[in-house]
C-alpha cells in the first residue's frame, strides 16, 4: 500500500481539526454570528444555547458539571488561572506550592513568578521512570501548603502520574489539587471526582478541535475553589475570565470531547496497538536505543525513545518526511537538550538524541511500517559517520576517554 508524504506523528503537540468538528463550527462564523452575552436578542441566544451545550458536552467527558467549566484560550491559560488564582485568594491558608521539575513550562513558569514574589515553590524530582507518585507528594505536604500542581501525564514522555492516589492525599489534608490535563483529556479516562482532582486544565487542539481554545474546571462543591481572576472586565465566566465568548472555537471543542468520548477505547487500543509495532520494530533491529518513561503508565499514543551516537536534530533531517519531534513544540525551538528526560537521569548525550512519536487518528499501518524502515536506515547512516559509534563497536568505554583539550 502506498504512503501518502509527508507523515504526521506528531499529535503531542497538535491536532487536525476532525472535519465533523468543523462542521459544526461553520455556521457560527457567519449565519449564527451572535455574542453568548448578549441576552436580549435570538442571535445572542442561540450562540449562548451552543456555548452551553459544549459546557455540556466537556463536563460530560471529564465527569464534571457543566456549571464547572470555564472557557480561555488555551492550557497555557488555564495553568495560570488555576495557580494564580489560588495563589491569590488562599494566602491566608499559606504560601507553599508543590509541583514537579518535568512539568510543562505553562505550569513551571507561573510557579516560578509565584516564587520570585515570595512564594515557596517545592520542586518534586521524579524517579527514573517519570512517574510522581503519592508517597512524595505526601512527604513535601506543609501545614502552609495551599496548592499542589501535577500534570496528569507528560507531554514528551506520555507517562501518567499517580492522580487518583495524590488526589486522595490532598483532599485528606484539605490541600488544593490542580492538573494540567492537556494530553491525557480525550486520550484516557477522566474522572475529577474518582480523582479527587479541584482545578483541571485542557485544550481543544489537542484533541481534534481548534486552536485557541481550552478551559478550566473549577470544582463547585466540596470544596468550593475561588479564583482571583488574571483578566478583568465584564465578568464573564462567573468572574473568573472576562472577555467575549470566542463562540466557534467553544462549539469546537464542545464537538471535539463528544467525539472523543465516543472513540476514546477503540482509539486508545489501536494506537497502543501502532505504538507498540513501531517501538519493536526500531529496538529489534537497532543497538544502543532506549525508550524513555514508564513501560505500562503512559499513554496509548506516545513514546519517546533516545538512539545513542545520532542527534536527534540529525536523524530529524535524514527522515524529514516524517513530522516527529526532540521534545516540547513549546521548547523545541531551542537546542539545548530536553529539560524532561535530563530530569530523569538521561544524560545530554541520550537527551539529545531522543525523537517523541505522537500517533493520532490519521496514523496507519502502513505509515508505522515506512516510518521503522526510515528510522532503522537514518540510524544507520548516521553511525556510520559517527567516531564515536565506531569506537563503541570496538568496545572503547567512551565514559573512560581523555579527551584532548585545544
Known amino acids: 500500500m502506498a504512503v501518502k508524504l509527508p507523515i504526521y506523528l506528531d499529535h503531542n503537540a497538535t491536532t487536525p481539526v476532525d472535519r465533523r468538528v468543523l462542521e459544526v463550527m461553520l455556521p457560527y462564523f457567519c449565519e449564527k454570528f451572535g455574542n453568548a452575552a448578549s441576552r436580549n436578542h435570538q442571535f445572542g441566544w442561540e450562540a449562548e444555547k451552543a456555548v452551553d451545550l459544549a459546557r455540556q458536552q466537556v463536563a460530560s467527558l471529564i465527569g464534571a458539571d457543566a456549571k464547572e467549566i470555564v472557557w480561555t484560550s488555551g492550557s497555557t491559560e488555564s495553568n495560570n488561572l488555576a495557580i494564580k488564582g489560588v495563589a491569590g485568594m488562599y494566602t491566608d491558608k499559606g504560601k507553599h506550592i508543590i509541583t514537579a521539575v518535568h512539568e510543562h513550562k505553562a505550569v513551571l513558569d507561573p510557579c516560578k513568578r509565584l516564587q520570585r514574589e515570595g512564594y515557596d515553590v517545592t520542586w518534586l524530582e521524579p524517579p527514573k521512570d517519570g512517574v510522581i507518585r503519592a508517597e512524595q507528594v505526601a512527604a513535601a505536604l506543609r501545614d502552609d501548603t495551599m496548592l499542589v500542581t501535577l500534570m496528569w501525564a507528560n507531554n514528551e514522555i506520555g507517562t501518567i502520574n499517580e492522580i487518583e492516589k495524590i488526589g486522595a492525599i490532598c483532599k485528606e489534608k484539605g490541600v488544593i489539587f490542580h492538573t494540567d490535563a492537556t494530553q491525557s483529556v480525550g486520550k484516557m479516562p477522566v474522572d475529577v471526582e474518582a480523582a479527587g482532582v479541584d482545578l483541571l486544565s485542557a485544550s481543544g487542539h489537542k ?54 468520548q465516543h472513540d476514546m477505547a477503540d482509539e486508545a487500543a489501536r494506537l497502543r496497538k501502532l505504538r507498540d509495532k513501531l517501538e519493536h520494530g526500531i529496538t529489534s533491529q537497532l543497538d544502543g536505543v532506549a525508550v524513555n518513561g514508564h513501560p505500562e503508565l503512559r499513554l496509548p499514543h506516545t513514546t519517546n525513545i533516545s538512539f545513542a551516537w545520532v542527534e536527534g536534530e540529525s536523524l530529524m533531517m535524514a527522515i524529514k518526511e516524517i513530522a516527529v519531534s526532540s521534545g516540547s513544540a513549546c521548547t523545541s525551538a531551542s537546542l539545548e537538550p530536553s529539560y524532561v528526560l535530563t530530569r530523569l537521569g538521561v544524560g545530554d548525550d541520550l537527551a539529545h538524541s531522543s525523537l517523541r512519536f505522537g500517533l493520532g487518528r490519521s496514523t496507519t499501518e502502513a505509515e508505522i511500517d515506512y516510518t521503522v524502515d526510515r528510522v532503522v536506515a537514518g540510524v544507520r547512516k548516521l553511525r556510520q559517520m559517527s567516531p564515536l559509534y565506531e569506537m563503541v563497536q570496538e568496545g572503547i568505554d567512551l565514559k573512560s576517554v581523555q579527551w584532548a583539550e585545544h
Open 207 to 260: 484533541i481534534y478541535g481548534p486552536k485557541g481554545v481550552g478551559f478550566l474546571y473549577v470544582r463547585r462543591r466540596k470544596p468550593r475553589v475561588r479564583l482571583t481572576p488574571i483578566l478583568d472586565g465584564g465578568g464573564h465566566e462567573r468572574g473568573m475570565r472576562s472577555g467575549t465568548l470566542n463562540v466557534t472555537g467553544i462549539i469546537g471543542m464542545g464537538a471535539a470531547c463528544d467525539l472523543a
